[in-house]
């Protein structure tokens, strides 16, 4: 499965119904040295868009949507704990939380990464 | 960027070294450089940091009368200013508010004037509007101001001109640095010791370049040196400070020296003098004070402050992640009975409620140089 993106600069990694939801690297680059993230609670559910989290540098805060409709069955304690890998590893250990899919085809509104790159070219 | 944005004339080696440039009061000018703040904000509390600060305001009010006109815009004591000192002053309303914050040293040809860039137009309107007809008001436009905080500061900037080492801090005087003339300061806005220069703008860049090409140096921008004056408990006009606090809820009380308080021989003959001698007398209803976190969420400028009851407090001004104290930091108003420190409240951020504590300022200890 290939990772699709937000407009709101955050990618989605599906694989088995389970969509990982991170920061792009434009995202973590725009907002500088990540010093603090709040993680949803694991079992809540959010609708596509809604605010799930929130990622802070020193400078600012930005909120964290739930790109596709569900629930959250992981968060990334190790985020949590070191929020700077979201900044030196936003695609990989970077990752903020697991959304098991309630609306798989809200996966086709999303932009591949083609689209993603022009978007961001053009920001 | 925006077209109608002003330019410091360090603009085009901001960009050269790789600034995110942003709008700061009609400037565009670098919030960071590639280091990122928080780098940025480490090295200027190790090493030394070069800031380009030339959107701020420069003014000379020349004539010797300046000192006592001036006296009638400030609660401070500018009189007894002795030759190449420097002091910080507000200017004042009529009801006490303040205006501005700016620095006056004394020169050889008048009162050296920095003031805030967002309020530089008005403020030169007022003194031009009280002050003429006794002392000139002469803005500078054409002089850049550089700032080169930190520890290694001294080291750095000496080489250009060794006398530097021997000012301390809140003193200034001219000096050829590397054959360019300068006024310069020992003092800043990082809590750090260092230098503010003011440089011709034809000159300043050469300058700059000279400053970072000294091994100790690294340009930084906007963004650290606002996380910078916030561990050091320095107020931010617009933020921490404006028309609608006074000098005493804003706790600049040392600012105002006695000799310009009720009882003192220059006492008040400034805008709101009553307001503020009356505050001096009886308190203040609301103070602002330092809070830091035990917890991780930063807390930021808006926060709701409320007690252990849930009632509404106060309100943060300006707050961060401090990257040296590692803890949430914030400058606040509180009511007074809540300004004690040790005090604890809470901050709400997003529907959630984190823990705070009434803290001494600075959040840091301070690196000034005084002998």
Same mark, same amino acid.
């Given at each position: 499965m290939s990772i699709k993106y937000t407009p709101d600069h955050e990618w989605v990694d599906t694989t088995d119904g389970i969509a990982t939801v991170g920061i792009t690297v434009h995202a973590q680059d725009a907002l500088g040295d990540v010093v603090f993230v709040d993680l949803p609670d694991v079992g809540k559910s959010f609708a596509a868009k809604e605010v799930a989290g929130v990622v802070e540098s020193v400078k600012a805060a930005a909120d964290v949507y739930a790109p596709v409709s569900g629930e959250i069955v992981e968060v990334n304690e190790a985020l949590r704990a070191d929020p700077s890998l979201a900044n030196s590893d936003p695609l990989k250990s970077g990752w903020f939380f697991k959304v098991k899919l309630s609306n798989p085809s809200e996966l086709d509104g999303l932009m591949d990464t083609t689209a993603y790159d022009e978007l961001v070219k053009n920001s | 960027m925006s077209a109608d944005l002003n330019k410091t004339p360090l603009h085009a080696l901001h960009i050269e070294l790789g600034a995110k440039m942003v709008p700061f009061a009609g400037y565009d000018m670098p919030v960071q450089y590639p280091a990122g703040v928080m780098a940025e904000h480490k090295h200027t509390r190790t090493q030394a940091g070069l800031f380009d600060v030339s959107h701020m305001g420069q003014v000379l009010l020349v004539g010797d009368d300046a000192a006592a006109a001036l006296e009638t815009l400030v609660p401070v004591d500018i009189v007894d200013l002795g030759l190449f000192k420097q002091r910080y002053a507000l200017f004042t309303a009529d009801d006490g508010g303040i205006l501005d914050d700016l620095m006056v040293a004394r020169r050889t040809d008048g009162l050296f004037v920095v003031v805030n860039a967002g309020c530089r137009d008005q403020d030169i309107a007022h003194m031009r509007k009280h002050l003429s007809g006794r002392c000139e008001v002469r803005p500078l436009p054409d002089q850049a101001l550089l700032a080169l905080q930190g520890p290694q500061a001294v080291t750095a900037l000496s080489r250009l001109n060794a006398d530097v080492a021997k000012l301390v801090f809140m003193t200034g005087g001219f000096f050829e640095l590397d054959g360019i003339p300068t006024f310069v300061t020992r003092s800043g806005y990082t809590g750090e010791d260092g230098y503010e220069i003011s440089v011709a703008a034809d000159r300043s860049v050469e300058l700059a370049r000279k400053l970072l090409a000294q091994p100790e140096v690294m340009p930084i921008g906007l963004g650290a040196r606002d996380s910078l004056r916030l561990e050091a408990g320095l107020c931010l006009y617009g933020h921490d /400070?404006? &028309? %609608? &606090? %006074?000098p005493v809820e804003a706790s600049? &009380?040392?600012? /105002?020296?006695k000799v310009r308080r009720a009882g003192g021989a220059r006492a008040g003959g400034y805008p709101g003098a009553a307001v503020i001698d009356r505050q001096f007398a009886e308190g203040a209803a609301r103070k602002r004070v330092g809070l830091v976190s035990p917890e991780r969420m930063p807390v930021r400028e808006g926060a709701k402050l409320v007690n252990a009851d849930g009632v509404e407090i106060g309100v943060v001004t300006s707050g961060t992640l401090g990257p040296t104290v590692g803890k949430p930091v914030a400058l606040a108003y509180v009511q007074t009975p809540y300004a004690t420190l040790g005090t604890g409240l809470f901050a709400e951020v997003r529907g959630k409620r984190t823990p705070m504590t009434v803290s001494s300022t600075p959040f840091t200890p301070n690196g000034y140089f005084r002998g």
């Amino acid at each position: 499965m290939s990772i699709k993106y937000t407009p709101d600069h955050e990618w989605v990694d599906t694989t088995d119904g389970i969509a990982t939801v991170g920061i792009t690297v434009h995202a973590q680059d725009a907002l500088g040295d990540v010093v603090f993230v709040d993680l949803p609670d694991v079992g809540k559910s959010f609708a596509a868009k809604e605010v799930a989290g929130v990622v802070e540098s020193v400078k600012a805060a930005a909120d964290v949507y739930a790109p596709v409709s569900g629930e959250i069955v992981e968060v990334n304690e190790a985020l949590r704990a070191d929020p700077s890998l979201a900044n030196s590893d936003p695609l990989k250990s970077g990752w903020f939380f697991k959304v098991k899919l309630s609306n798989p085809s809200e996966l086709d509104g999303l932009m591949d990464t083609t689209a993603y790159d022009e978007l961001v070219k053009n920001s | 960027m925006s077209a109608d944005l002003n330019k410091t004339p360090l603009h085009a080696l901001h960009i050269e070294l790789g600034a995110k440039m942003v709008p700061f009061a009609g400037y565009d000018m670098p919030v960071q450089y590639p280091a990122g703040v928080m780098a940025e904000h480490k090295h200027t509390r190790t090493q030394a940091g070069l800031f380009d600060v030339s959107h701020m305001g420069q003014v000379l009010l020349v004539g010797d009368d300046a000192a006592a006109a001036l006296e009638t815009l400030v609660p401070v004591d500018i009189v007894d200013l002795g030759l190449f000192k420097q002091r910080y002053a507000l200017f004042t309303a009529d009801d006490g508010g303040i205006l501005d914050d700016l620095m006056v040293a004394r020169r050889t040809d008048g009162l050296f004037v920095v003031v805030n860039a967002g309020c530089r137009d008005q403020d030169i309107a007022h003194m031009r509007k009280h002050l003429s007809g006794r002392c000139e008001v002469r803005p500078l436009p054409d002089q850049a101001l550089l700032a080169l905080q930190g520890p290694q500061a001294v080291t750095a900037l000496s080489r250009l001109n060794a006398d530097v080492a021997k000012l301390v801090f809140m003193t200034g005087g001219f000096f050829e640095l590397d054959g360019i003339p300068t006024f310069v300061t020992r003092s800043g806005y990082t809590g750090e010791d260092g230098y503010e220069i003011s440089v011709a703008a034809d000159r300043s860049v050469e300058l700059a370049r000279k400053l970072l090409a000294q091994p100790e140096v690294m340009p930084i921008g906007l963004g650290a040196r606002d996380s910078l004056r916030l561990e050091a408990g320095l107020c931010l006009y617009g933020h921490d /400070i404006d &028309t %609608t &606090t %006074t000098p005493v809820e804003a706790s600049l &009380t040392w600012a /105002i020296q006695k000799v310009r308080r009720a009882g003192g021989a220059r006492a008040g003959g400034y805008p709101g003098a009553a307001v503020i001698d009356r505050q001096f007398a009886e308190g203040a209803a609301r103070k602002r004070v330092g809070l830091v976190s035990p917890e991780r969420m930063p807390v930021r400028e808006g926060a709701k402050l409320v007690n252990a009851d849930g009632v509404e407090i106060g309100v943060v001004t300006s707050g961060t992640l401090g990257p040296t104290v590692g803890k949430p930091v914030a400058l606040a108003y509180v009511q007074t009975p809540y300004a004690t420190l040790g005090t604890g409240l809470f901050a709400e951020v997003r529907g959630k409620r984190t823990p705070m504590t009434v803290s001494s300022t600075p959040f840091t200890p301070n690196g000034y140089f005084r002998g």
